[in-house]
């Protein structure tokens, strides 16, 4: 670096380098034989060219003569030019002797913009350096799918707002934002800014290793944060006492626990104020006891926290309503369904709804589906208000339901989808689960929901029997009027799927015993993370022999590891490539960790990637081994029951495993399907950490897998079938869940609930078309000035501003202090405010806070709102003509008395006001308080006299 600066520094001073709003491809042209070079590509749409200074400044102008953006930078040499090439080759012979290694953490080249090679550790790679321009856009262009934060290391936040701005341009628009911050600020202490920046990051769901700034205590104690807005101020004196007092008490039992956790004796001691040595021996007796209960009292909680169950809660139902207007199809099987098929028929002509039937074959295709959707006969050629599917009754259900998806997308129809299955989920245990194979619907239609939210209507498991079948629950839930999407109908009503928290019963002494590992255990999924911490966990728990599958041999290098550490707890391990290899083996328990799957888009899913995942899943459910099996646990995933887009086949898969550990079998082994959230598995490969970073980014952290196996070991000791394991930050991931559809499977959790019901209740995550309907709604006149209002409010929240201190409306951004974060925090907070996607560059191009509420009200309201409330735009036609009209023109008053007569048909549109000295509205026409009195007075003021 020395000696980079030393020869620049001797080159002649001279060039220019000056920042264009154009991209390198744009410039290209102009740039050619001119001497001008490229130097940086910061953001799709930023370049930073650099020469001789006549040309530069040329270039500049000719494209801001265009209407493009330029900046001339504050340079004393033009860098990354050919100005630079004189000290190439005096700086290759000074670093021709330094001794380069190979990066020891992944490293991204902005020469190349991609993952950077052995060339890194050559001379040559630094010269080129020197001259060859930054590709900064293309680095954070090619690692934006791969990570979740970028944080700049410098004095001051430079390249935040390129980053954002090509994180903008790149990421799609229903995937996860990643955080980008920068470390140390200029405004700010370098303690305060730094801090601020880790804090950011932690709250965003990343790993923070805290012990580094907490060095008086390397365990520190975390602690929940209230649940309440803990930053109110206060304007009442407090009670003297009582606060005090129990501060102090909460803070001598917080310390009083931290020394027992950090095993900390002496701490302790003083806690007690025990002095002598027979009280502190007394207590070094205990102490290890002491401390190991409360450990396990703490990761009770924390696994605690993580258990959901499935719950079916009654839905209420109308006993009549009116049909919906539209014809639907009903798509069902050729074959092997005549029954459900002339029983959904019948009933939704006894609901009044207008019904075709579309027949397919036994094994229907994408394209033949396609066509027969685009061939379906209906009235005036319409398109379907609905489609209801029968195709989960042919005999291979998910694939079927796939092609109708595809199909559906490939024809262009957006009607809701509504598939229905037969004995596919159990809502109590006298309701067991008939056909596991229909399950694989269930994990498919979430994942629909949430890839396809504008096509997808819901899911509906019918009664046993046809005839069972009534007329208005299935209208009730086809058309949306309980807001259900997840139904089951029962001769006794309808069920709606719901989550809820599932604690794990406190255990009881001396009631059962806690569960042991009998006989050998087998552990299928291969040799990986996840199945190495299995088999340690079972040889911890004292299993006498544990059998490893591992079919391809993946995991031989690691096995005579995993050996080692099995012996040490007195467990067999045996590696075998098939059961064949262990026939004599006799199995007990058979833990299943994983199964194939390809990620994939359901647009992009094949049925033989489908097939091969669900059949892998079917089979599980037949013995393993020698047996007698006694019990088997499903590893299944969150997927099942949540839905996780581009996972369509891991859904499906999963959702057979919960199905199949609720089916009946009564001679059969115990069955229990466990679906986990993504574990925290960082040695599991570059696909695993970008799954992890998503996960987190999502508000799923990863699951320590200690506590996970804990949370396992807990379920063999209950009686349970089917729970879920996950850490789910409901503040995260409740938005980002409903954010492209409503669901009622979240009502049962209180946590998602709060959420929800204060995002609805502050605007948070608002659609854009409701912001459309209230602007529209108001005079033209009104329109910008409440959405200055909202802009203003945001505004004050990203700059801390107290309770009434107000935003000037035409103060520009950067005089209220706007750095690159704020302006990223701005907006985030409108893009919730609005429903819009807005770029990082907000505030530069509209650099007030009046004009950036034109521009979003340009967004929100295209047409001026005339599509929203046709009638609004009217209102403004009857102000100008009642101007025009002279004050004794009978048509004048003809208008003012139907004005009138609205008022008075209508007086909840005339809320109460004051009347005040100055007149009607006592100088301003504050409509809030007025009576039907009051409005006439208005009236006759602004329009003439009655």
Request: with cysteine.
């Given at each position: 670096?020395?000696?980079?600066?030393?020869?620049m520094?001797?080159?002649?001073?001279?060039?220019?380098?000056?920042?264009?709003?154009?991209?390198?491809?744009?410039?290209?042209?102009?740039?050619?034989?001119?001497?001008?070079?490229?130097?940086?590509?910061?953001?799709?749409?930023?370049?930073?060219?650099?020469?001789?200074?006549?040309?530069?400044?040329?270039?500049?102008?000719?494209?801001?003569?265009?209407?493009?953006?330029?900046?001339?930078?504050?340079?004393?040499?033009?860098?990354?030019?050919?100005?630079?090439?004189?000290?190439?080759?005096?700086?290759?012979?000074?670093?021709?002797?330094?001794?380069?290694?190979?990066?020891?953490?992944?490293?991204?080249?902005?020469?190349?913009?991609?993952?950077?090679?052995?060339?890194?550790?050559?001379?040559?790679?630094?010269?080129?350096?020197?001259?060859?321009?930054?590709?900064?856009?293309?680095?954070?262009?090619?690692?934006?799918?791969?990570?979740?934060?970028?944080?700049?290391?410098?004095?001051?936040?430079?390249?935040?707002?390129?980053?954002?701005?090509?994180?903008?341009?790149?990421?799609?628009?229903?995937?996860?934002?990643?955080?980008?911050?920068?470390?140390?600020?200029?405004?700010?202490?370098?303690?305060?800014?730094?801090?601020?920046?880790v804090?950011?990051?932690?709250?965003?769901?990343?790993?923070?290793?805290?012990?580094?700034w907490?060095?008086?205590?390397?365990?520190?104690?975390?602690?929940?944060?209230?649940?309440?807005?803990?930053?109110?101020?206060?304007?009442?004196?407090?009670?003297?006492?009582?606060?005090?007092?129990?501060?102090?008490?909460?803070?001598?039992?917080?310390?009083?626990?931290?020394?027992?956790?950090?095993?900390?004796?002496?701490?302790?001691?003083?806690?007690?104020?025990?002095?002598?040595?027979?009280?502190?021996?007394?207590?070094?007796?205990?102490?290890?006891?002491?401390?190991?209960?409360?450990?396990?009292?703490?990761?009770?909680?924390?696994?605690?926290?993580?258990?959901?169950?499935?719950?079916?809660?009654?839905?209420?139902?109308?006993?009549?309503?009116?049909?919906?207007s539209?014809?639907?199809?009903?798509?069902?099987?050729?074959?092997?369904?005549?029954?459900?098929?002339?029983?959904?028929?019948?009933?939704?002509?006894?609901?009044?709804?207008?019904?075709?039937?579309?027949?397919?074959g036994?094994?229907?295709?994408?394209?033949?589906?396609?066509?027969?959707?685009?061939?379906?006969?209906?009235?005036?050629?319409?398109?379907?208000?609905?489609?209801?599917?029968?195709?989960?009754?042919?005999e291979?259900?998910?694939?079927?339901?796939?092609?109708?998806?595809?199909?559906?997308?490939?024809?262009?129809?957006?009607?809701?989808?509504?598939?229905?299955?037969?004995?596919?989920?159990?809502?109590?245990?006298?309701?067991p689960?008939?056909?596991?194979?229909?399950?694989?619907?269930?994990?498919?239609?979430?994942?629909?929901?949430?890839?396809?939210?504008?096509?997808?209507?819901?899911l509906?498991?019918?009664?046993?029997?046809?005839?069972?079948?009534?007329?208005?629950?299935?209208?009730?839930?086809?058309?949306?009027?309980?807001?259900?999407?997840?139904?089951?109908?029962?001769?006794?009503?309808?069920?709606?799927?719901?989550?809820?928290?599932?604690?794990?019963?406190?255990?009881?002494?001396?009631?059962?015993?806690?569960?042991?590992?009998?006989?050998?255990?087998?552990?299928?999924?291969?040799?990986?993370?996840?199945?190495?911490?299995?088999?340690?966990?079972?040889?911890?728990?004292?299993?006498?022999?544990?059998?490893?599958?591992?079919?391809?041999?993946?995991?031989?290098?690691?096995?005579?590891?995993?050996?080692?550490?099995?012996?040490?707890?007195?467990?067999?391990?045996?590696?075998?490539?098939?059961?064949g290899?262990?026939?004599?083996?006799?199995?007990?328990?058979?833990?299943?960790?994983?199964?194939?799957?390809?990620?994939?888009?359901?647009?992009?899913?094949?049925?033989?990637?489908?097939?091969?995942?669900v059949?892998?899943?079917?089979?599980?459910?037949?013995p393993?081994?020698?047996?007698?099996?006694?019990?088997?646990?499903?590893?299944?995933?969150?997927?099942?029951?949540?839905?996780?887009?581009e996972h369509?086949?891991?859904?499906?898969?999963?959702?057979?495993?919960?199905?199949?550990?609720?089916?009946?079998?009564?001679?059969?082994?115990?069955?229990?399907?466990?679906?986990?959230g993504?574990?925290?598995?960082?040695?599991?490969?570059?696909?695993?950490?970008?799954?992890?970073?998503?996960?987190?980014?999502?508000?799923?952290?990863?699951?320590?897998?200690?506590?996970?196996?804990?949370?396992?070991?807990?379920?063999?000791?209950?009686?349970?079938?089917?729970?879920?394991?996950?850490?789910?930050?409901?503040?995260?991931?409740?938005?980002?869940?409903?954010?492209?559809?409503?669901?009622?499977?979240?009502?049962?959790?209180?946590?998602?609930?709060?959420?929800?019901?204060?995002?609805?209740?502050?605007?948070?995550?608002?659609?854009?078309?409701?912001?459309?309907?209230?602007l529209?709604?108001?005079?033209?006149?009104?329109?910008?000035?409440?959405?200055?209002?909202?802009?203003?409010?945001?505004?004050?929240?990203?700059?801390?501003?107290?309770?009434?201190?107000?935003?000037?409306?035409?103060?520009?951004?950067?005089?209220?202090?706007?750095?690159s974060?704020?302006?990223?925090?701005?907006?985030?907070?409108?893009?919730?405010?609005?429903?819009?996607?807005?770029?990082?560059?907000?505030?530069?191009?509209?650099?007030?806070?009046?004009?950036?509420?034109?521009?979003?009200?340009?967004?929100?309201?295209?047409?001026?709102?005339?599509a929203?409330?046709?009638?609004?735009?009217?209102?403004?036609?009857?102000?100008?003509?009642?101007?025009?009209?002279?004050?004794?023109?009978?048509?004048?008053?003809?208008?003012?008395?139907r004005?009138?007569?609205?008022?008075?048909?209508?007086?909840?549109?005339?809320?109460?006001f004051?009347?005040?000295?100055?007149?009607?509205?006592?100088?301003?026409?504050?409509?809030?308080?007025?009576s039907?009195?009051?409005?006439?007075?208005?009236?006759?003021?602004?329009?003439?006299?009655?």
């Amino acid at each position: 670096m020395g000696a980079r600066a030393r020869l620049m520094g001797a080159l002649p001073e001279g060039g220019a380098m000056c920042a264009v709003q154009a991209t390198a491809e744009e410039l290209a042209a102009e740039l050619e034989g001119s001497g001008v070079s490229v130097a940086a590509v910061n953001t799709p749409d930023s370049t930073v060219i650099s020469g001789p200074a006549d040309e530069v400044h040329g270039i500049a102008s000719a494209w801001s003569a265009r209407g493009r953006k330029t900046k001339a930078l504050s340079v004393s040499h033009a860098f990354h030019s050919a100005l630079m090439e004189p000290m190439l080759q005096d700086f290759a012979e000074a670093i021709g002797e330094v001794k380069f290694k190979a990066p020891t953490i992944p490293l991204i080249s902005n020469v190349t913009g991609l993952p950077a090679d052995e060339e890194i550790a050559s001379p040559d790679y630094w010269v080129r350096h020197v001259r060859q321009p930054v590709l900064f856009q293309q680095a954070i262009a090619h690692i934006a799918d791969r990570a979740g934060a970028f944080v700049e290391l410098g004095p001051a936040p430079v390249l935040t707002t390129a980053a954002q701005h090509t994180l903008d341009a790149v990421t799609e628009a229903e995937a996860p934002e990643p955080v980008v911050t920068a470390s140390l600020h200029p405004a700010q202490p370098d303690a305060v800014a730094f801090t601020q920046a880790v804090a950011r990051l932690h709250t965003a769901g990343l790993a923070v290793d805290w012990s580094g700034w907490f060095l008086a205590d390397p365990a520190p104690r975390i602690v929940d944060l209230p649940t309440y807005a803990f930053q109110g101020r206060r304007f009442w004196l407090a009670d003297i006492l009582g606060p005090e007092s129990a501060s102090q008490a909460d803070g001598e039992e917080a310390g009083f626990w931290a020394a027992v956790e950090g095993e900390d004796v002496q701490a302790l001691c003083d806690t007690l104020h025990l002095k002598d040595d027979a009280r502190r021996s007394a207590l070094e007796t205990v102490f290890p006891a002491l401390s190991a209960w409360r450990r396990e009292r703490r990761e009770r909680s924390v696994v605690d926290s993580w258990r959901y169950r499935v719950d079916w809660q009654p839905v209420p139902t109308p006993p009549s309503a009116p049909a919906g207007s539209g014809t639907w199809l009903v798509v069902a099987p050729s074959q092997g369904a005549d029954a459900w098929t002339g029983a959904c028929l019948s009933v939704l002509e006894e609901a009044g709804i207008p019904a075709t039937l579309v027949e397919a074959g036994p094994d229907p295709k994408r394209a033949e589906l396609a066509d027969l959707l685009r061939q379906a006969e209906l009235p005036d050629g319409a398109a379907p208000a609905g489609v209801l599917s029968l195709l989960a009754l042919t005999e291979r259900p998910a694939e079927a339901t796939l092609a109708l998806v595809q199909a559906l997308l490939d024809a262009g129809l957006s009607a809701p989808l509504w598939c229905a299955t037969r004995g596919a989920v159990s809502c109590a245990d006298t309701d067991p689960v008939v056909s596991p194979a229909q399950a694989a619907v269930w994990g498919l239609g979430r994942v629909a929901a949430l890839e396809h939210p504008e096509l997808w209507g819901g899911l509906v498991d019918l009664p046993a029997d046809p005839a069972e079948l009534a007329a208005g629950p299935l209208r009730a839930v086809l058309y949306g009027d309980a807001g259900e999407d997840q139904v089951v109908l029962r001769p006794a009503g309808a069920l709606g799927r719901r989550l809820v928290p599932d604690p794990a019963p406190a255990p009881l002494d001396g009631a059962g015993e806690d569960w042991q590992p009998h006989g050998a255990v087998l552990v299928t999924g291969g040799v990986g993370q996840l199945a190495d911490h299995v088999v340690r966990w079972l040889a911890a728990c004292g299993a006498e022999h544990v059998v490893l599958l591992d079919p391809d041999g993946t995991g031989a290098p690691r096995q005579a590891e995993l050996a080692a550490e099995a012996t040490l707890h007195g467990t067999e391990l045996t590696v075998a490539r098939s059961l064949g290899e262990v026939a004599d083996v006799r199995i007990r328990t058979v833990i299943h960790t994983s199964l194939p799957g390809v990620p994939a888009p359901l647009a992009e899913l094949t049925p033989d990637e489908l097939a091969t995942a669900v059949s892998a899943a079917m089979d599980l459910g037949e013995p393993a081994g020698a047996g007698p099996v006694e019990t088997v646990v499903f590893f299944s995933s969150l997927a099942a029951t949540l839905g996780s887009r581009e996972h369509g086949a891991h859904a499906a898969a999963d959702a057979c495993l919960d199905a199949l550990a609720q089916q009946r079998r009564p001679d059969g082994p115990r069955m229990i399907s466990v679906g986990w959230g993504i574990w925290d598995l960082p040695d599991d490969g570059d696909l695993a950490l970008r799954q992890t970073g998503l996960s987190r980014r999502q508000g799923l952290p990863p699951l320590e897998p200690r506590l996970a196996l804990g949370a396992l070991r807990a379920l063999l000791d209950g009686d349970d079938k089917h729970v879920m394991v996950a850490d789910i930050e409901w503040e995260r991931f409740a938005p980002l869940f409903t954010l492209s559809r409503p669901t009622r499977l979240l009502d049962g959790v209180p946590a998602a609930l709060r959420v929800l019901d204060a995002g609805s209740e502050t605007g948070d995550g608002a659609d854009v078309s409701e912001l459309r309907r209230e602007l529209a709604a108001l005079p033209a006149r009104e329109r910008a000035g409440a959405l200055l209002k909202v802009v203003r409010t945001q505004v004050a929240a990203v700059l801390r501003y107290e309770p009434g201190q107000d935003v000037d409306p035409e103060r520009a951004f950067k005089d209220l202090g706007f750095d690159s974060l704020v302006v990223v925090e701005l907006r985030n907070r409108l893009r919730a405010a609005t429903g819009l996607r807005l770029p990082a560059t907000l505030v530069y191009d509209y650099p007030t806070p009046r004009a950036l509420a034109g521009h979003l009200l340009e967004r929100i309201l295209p047409d001026g709102g005339a599509a929203e409330l046709p009638v609004a735009a009217h209102l403004d036609d009857l102000d100008a003509a009642l101007t025009d009209l002279a004050a004794d023109d009978p048509r004048r008053r003809g208008l003012i008395r139907r004005l009138q007569a609205l008022l008075w048909k209508h007086p909840d549109a005339a809320a109460p006001f004051a009347v005040g000295e100055e007149g009607v509205l006592g100088g301003q026409e504050d409509l809030s308080e007025a009576s039907a009195d009051d409005m006439f007075a208005l009236i006759d003021r602004e329009w003439g006299g009655r």
